[in-house]
């Protein structure tokens, strides 16, 4: 497949990064040639032009390629090339937007007819995750897998946990509701044997099926508990998706140091209420109620703002706190201060656009990716190795695990003793490492 990425930006160069894995022909496209350099060592094709150019997209091979992704910082930039790619016969064309008018379905038929086939919308993708965050507030990252028919929970776990200080070996007697898939422990990914411990703070990925979150609740020594009353602080355009997308029952509150744009936030806001102040301020924190909200959100341009103000809110009793760190460096440190939730739009657009460009090859769709760890979804294929014997007698790398399976659309939980069958949809886990191993295993 040839792809082709215009914009070298966070969005585009992780794109590009995670693709150069795959056996696909990539090409990455800006007017910034310094930003380029810096792919070199990658698995992909760098080329300084211009996305709205005519000529310089033609030298890309525009023609020939089977999907053009236009993810620069300018709306009208990314449509307007690929209006062009598609007319210069590209097959598939994909744009970024920061406008969320473009999205509603009777504007579909129109972006069609332009030439972008799909349109993506950071702010809204965040704005979601922010919500699913507050519904289950006992959960640090979810994901529906494979449809939903598995489930993936990432849990921060603490002393008071039933599992903590367990090796996994021991917690597997005839308790078969869960698979614990990963473990992040400071700033690295561990695919656990049986014979690693779980330790307090460690980030721990359960799968499961729905009918057992309840039970993973339990085992990670958490309360069920409901999110009412939020304070967001900074009123972007992730805040006022956000409130939208908020289910009635929360009762949002925005604190906006701009007096424009707050005035702004009145009119396009109906259920929320709107504060002009500085969000850093404990004394208007201490006004407006700090002490009884149930979750506390920073979203202003600065990560570093955020991720104070989290500390801050934290300091003040709040349980759940979300903060977005746009800066990648910023990432680790912030989940290791143990400010609950962090939300990068440039990482889950990027992972969002993955999963819409693989999910057409059924064979391999990644779902998530951890740091150096990925999360794969593979069907076995009839004769294929992962099909020869039971779990316990393939001899799998150390450096993957097998998450869980779905057989005719039930998601099982997976031990030794199961046997793989082909057409089966499996769930992998494993490092960077072990890419190539799982090739040979499932072709």
């Known amino acids: 497949m040839k792809i082709i990425i215009v914009g070298a930006g966070a969005v585009g160069t992780h794109l590009a990064k995670l693709l150069s894995r795959e056996d696909q022909d990539i090409i990455l496209m800006d007017n910034d040639e310094e930003k380029l350099e810096v ?3 990658y698995n992909l094709m760098t080329i300084v032009g211009s996305p709205t150019s005519i000529k310089d997209l033609k030298e890309a091979g525009v023609k020939h390629a089977d999907l053009f992704i236009a993810v620069t910082p300018y709306e009208s930039q990314n449509i307007t090339a690929c209006t062009l790619a ?18 509603k379905p009777e504007n579909r038929d129109f972006f069609k007819k332009l030439g972008v086939d799909e349109l993506i919308y950071p702010e809204m993708l965040a704005a979601q995750e922010i919500v699913t965050a507050l519904k289950k507030a006992w959960v640090r990252q979810w994901f529906e897998l494979c449809g939903g028919a598995l489930i993936l929970i990432g849990v921060k776990l603490r ?15 005839g308790n078969n509701f869960y698979h614990i898939a990963a473990i992040k422990r400071k700033d690295n990914i561990i695919i656990p044997k049986g014979t690693d411990k779980i330790l307090p703070n460690d980030l721990v990925y359960f799968t499961t099926t729905k009918d057992h979150i309840s039970d993973i609740r339990i085992l990670a020594g958490k309360e069920e508990t409901e999110i009412k009353k939020v304070m967001i602080m900074g009123g972007s355009r992730i805040a006022i998706r956000t409130a939208d997308y908020a ?4 009762q949002i509150k925005i604190i906006e140091t ?5 005035l702004k936030l009145v009119e396009k806001i109906d259920d929320a209420d709107i504060i002009l102040g500085d969000g850093r301020d404990p004394e208007l924190l201490k006004e407006e109620g700090i002490n009884e909200v149930d979750a506390f959100i920073a979203l202003t341009d600065s990560s570093e703002t955020n991720i104070l103000a989290c500390l801050s809110a934290k300091g003040f009793g709040v349980s759940k706190t979300i903060a977005e760190v746009e800066n ?25 656009i993955y999963q819409l460009l693989l999910a057409a090859d059924v064979s391999n769709v990644k779902c998530l990716t951890l740091a150096n760890a990925e999360v794969a979804e593979l069907i076995a294929k009839p004769g294929s190795k992962i099909t020869q014997s039971q779990v316990k007698d393939l001899a799998l790398p150390k450096d993957l695990t097998i998450g869980g399976l779905i057989r005719n659309g039930v998601g099982l939980m997976v031990n030794g003793n199961t046997q793989i069958m082909p057409y089966d949809h499996v769930l992998i886990f494993c490092l960077d490492t072990a890419i190539k191993k799982i090739e040979k295993l499932f072709n």
């Open 247 to 250: 289910p009635d029952y929360m």
């Open 86 to 103: 598609a007319n210069l016969g590209a097959a598939k064309t994909l744009a970024r937007i920061d406008n969320y008018e473009y999205l």
């Open 159 to 173: 002393e008071n946990a039933l599992i903590v200080n367990h090796r996994l070996n021991e917690l597997s007697g």
């Open 328 to 352: 990648l460096t910023y990432i680790s440190m912030a989940e290791n201060l143990n400010i609950g939730s962090v939300i990068n739009k440039k990482l889950i657009t990027a992972s969002r």
């Open 258 to 262: 701009d007096r424009n744009k707050s």
């Open 39 to 41: 792919l070199s060592t």
